[in-house]
Each structure stands twice: as structure tokens, then as C-alpha cells.
């Protein structure tokens, strides 16, 4: 059975009018919602220091790699750290999460039943990143009707005014496959670290859709079915992670809300090199020591895992 798009009759010029409105239209400081993540400078310097520690830093300064951390240990003190976290890079698998967060706004608003098909296509789509259910989804629910969404001032998942975000401009195989590249990069599957991390935090919060299907949500990202960058890098660990990864050709990206006990954190990586899938694991093992056991020594901090790639 086919899954077709609505007649886009018409549909193309008041959707450039809208991608050049929100271009054009700058967004007040107080409605942004970015700016309650501004970097915390001893986690910024711990951060910076393991990229450098590891042998990272070439990537770093040729922005190949974008990271995002977010401590949320103690839910009344966030603190944030980023690198390259606003420049968008292809993410291959990693933008499905906009099918879950779309997807559960055209439920909630009537436009698309809640069934147990629809659910299991979610999770399979999440959990085991499948290409099928998620070209399946994407079809079923828009493509128009998902950048909506994510450009939307309840979200602002993909936002000009921080380079771009969040973009899901094309299905993964399938009829109808191709719709629109991002304006701003010509990405047909972007990201930008800092967006997806906004992602994961207000899943956490109930804040994506409502607190019910935010909780549907963050179900769905448990268990991650694929067991490789941050699932392996954690491999050894007591965690419970919550997650979607993308990888395609020399993309690797990953992003997961963990949990260690008492310590919660955030984390969202990207990287274009073919050693992506290398890099990742050791990466988390270095964010998860930052976080979870407080090592706050640069000397400390050096001695742990002590990969160089550079």
C-alpha cells in the first residue's frame, strides 16, 4: 500500500513567502528560545579540553565536528556546553526525530489516528533508525506539514536567525522520496547540534506536544536497537539511554538524554570524517566522566581515555 502526499497544487509560493518571512523578520530576545542556553565556562573549558585531549582539535577549528552537552543533574542549575553547536552539517538518520515530534502534533490535532500501527512505525523508525517506516511516516503526515512544525515559534527547531537547525527536506527511499533542501545550507537531512540537544531537553521537560506524548516520545528513543558510537562508548556502563544516531558515507552523529543515577545529561554530536564511528565512543566516555564523576581536574581529566585521532 502507497502512502501519498496531498496534492501540493498551489502550495509552493506561499511556502518560499513564508521561508522569506522568517528570514527577513528578526525574533524579539525574549521569545528566543535559545537563549537559555548560554555556555557554562568551567563545563565550556572541561568540554573544549577533552575535544583538545583527544586529539580533536583540527576538526574542531575545520568545524567537521559540532557537540552539544547539557548537565541536567540539577534541574534548578542547567549548564551548557557547546562547540560549533550552531553550524549545520548533514546528520543522515538523525533528523527522524522530527517525524516524532510532527507526527505527534498532527495526532493531537485530530489530523492523523493514534493506532497501534502508527505507534509500532514510530518506534521502529526510533529505536532501529528503519528507512522504511520512516519514509512511510513522513508520507503519511507531510512534508509540508513537518517543517511547519519545525519552523513553527513553539519550536523554532530550525531557525535562520541560528543558522538553520533541525531539516527534514527529503524521505529515506520510497515514492514521492524528494521534496525541498534547507534554505540557508541545501542540507536534505540537517541538523545543527544545538537544536537537536533543545530536542532532547524539551522532551525531557514534557514539552514536546504535551507531557503525555513527550513521554511517548522519549519511550520510543529507549532500548536503542543499533548498538554502536554512543551505545558502545557506554557499553561497560549502568545507563539508561534514550536515543537516535544517523550515519551515511563519512556523517556520524548521535544524540542521547542518558541516565546515571543521580546525573542526567544531554549529549549531541556530529562529525564528518571517516573515522566517525571511531571517535564517537570514546567521545562519550569522555563527557559521561565529565558529568557523572565531576572530574574537574585538567590533570585528572587528561588521564582518561587517552585517544588521540590528529
Avoid: C
Avoid at 577533552?50 to 568545524?63: I, K, P, Y
Avoid at 562547540?83 to 533528523?95: G, I, K, Q, V
Avoid at 519511550?219 to 539511554?241: N, W, Y
Avoid at 542521547?256 to 571511531?278: F, M, P, T
Amino acid at each position: 500500500m502507497r502512502f501519498l502526499s496531498p496534492p501540493r497544487r498551489n502550495l509552493l509560493p506561499p511556502f518560499f513567502l513564508f521561508a522569506l518571512a522568517i528570514l527577513l523578520v528578526p525574533a524579539r530576545a525574549a521569545d528566543n528560545p535559545q537563549d537559555s542556553l548560554q555556555p557554562d565556562p568551567v563545563l565550556q573549558r572541561l568540554v573544549s579540553g577533552a575535544l583538545h585531549q583527544m586529539g580533536l582539535s583540527r576538526l574542531v577549528r575545520e568545524e567537521r565536528l559540532a557537540l552539544s552537552l547539557i548537565d541536567l543533574s540539577d534541574p534548578h542549575a542547567l549548564r551548557y556546553a557547546g562547540t560549533n553547536d550552531r553550524e549545520m552539517m548533514y546528520a543522515a538518520s538523525l533528523p527522524k526525530i522530527a517525524i516524532l515530534v510532527a507526527g505527534f502534533e498532527r495526532i493531537k490535532e485530530g489530523g492523523m489516528p493514534y493506532t497501534p500501527r502508527v505507534k509500532e512505525m514510530f518506534t521502529r523508525l526510533a529505536r532501529y533508525s528503519s528507512n522504511t517506516d520512516a519514509s512511510r511516516a513522513i508520507q503519511q503526515i507531510g512534508f509540508e506539514y513537518i517543517a511547519g512544525v519545525l519552523t513553527s515559534n513553539k519550536y523554532r527547531f530550525y531557525d535562520p536567525q541560528q543558522n538553520g537547525g533541525l531539516w527534514l527536506g527529503k524521505a529515506y527511499g520510497g515514492p514521492n522520496d524528494r521534496w525541498k533542501r534547507d534554505p540557508l545550507h541545501n542540507l536534505s537531512h540537517g541538523a545543527t547540534s544545538l537544536q537537536v540537544a533543545r530536542f532532547f531537553l524539551m522532551m525531557d521537560e514534557g514539552r514536546l506536544v504535551s507531557p503525555s506524548y513527550s513521554a511517548e516520545i522519549k519511550e520510543m528513543l529507549s532500548h536503542p536497537g543499533i548498538r554502536h558510537k554512543f551505545v558502545k562508548g557506554l557499553a561497560d556502563k549502568q545507563r539508561t539511554i534514550y536515543r537516535k544516531s544517523g550515519t551515511w558515507q563519512q556523517w556520524h552523529s548521535d544524540a542521547a538524554l542518558i541516565e546515571a543515577g543521580g546525573k542526567k545529561y544531554i549529549a549531541v554530536a556530529l562529525v564528518k570524517d571517516a573515522r566517525g564511528g571511531e571517535i564517537l565512543p570514546g567521545l562519550i566516555r569522555k563527557l559521561d566522566d565529565i558529568v557523572v564523576q565531576g572530574e574537574t581536574s585538567p590533570r585528572t581529566l587528561a588521564s582518561l581515555y587517552p585517544i588521540r585521532f590528529d
